[in-house]
């Protein structure tokens, strides 16, 4: 069974920060890539940042400069660290894990960001 349990998410005012956590569980093979998403009402899920097996990450542009994935090997973790949040940040947000073909999500935290 493989879990990716999410906590972090919450209520921020703009120009805030918070750290996203992703604790990843059970048996997962060769891992190709970690990364978080984010959804909104009446919009497509989308890439917000992702970090490889290697270490290389990839950014959405709306996202560069403030946000940072980052892992933990020892403890299965895999972080978002969000500064300068802006009121467009507001969305759920999902963890991913990347397995040969195989996608793992986790259920979603919320994100909110107050003008």
């Known amino acids: 069974q493989v879990q990716l349990v999410e906590s972090g998410g919450g209520l921020v005012q703009a120009g805030g920060s918070l750290r996203l956590s992703c604790a990843v569980s059970?048996?997962?093979?060769?891992?190709?890539?970690m990364g978080w998403y984010r959804q909104t009402p009446g919009k497509q899920r989308e890439l917000v940042a992702i970090?490889?097996?290697?270490?290389?990450?990839n950014y959405a542009d709306s996202v560069k400069g403030r946000f940072t994935i980052s892992r933990d090997n020892a403890k299965n973790t895999v972080y978002l660290q969000m500064n300068s949040l802006k009121p467009e940040d507001t969305a759920v947000y999902y963890c991913?894990?990347?397995?040969?073909?195989?996608?793992?999500w986790g259920k979603g935290t919320l994100v909110t960001v107050s003008s």
């Open positions: 991913n894990v990347q397995q040969s073909i195989i996608n793992y």
């Open positions: 059970g048996s997962i093979f060769s891992i190709n890539a």
């Open positions: 970090i490889t097996s290697g270490g290389s990450t």
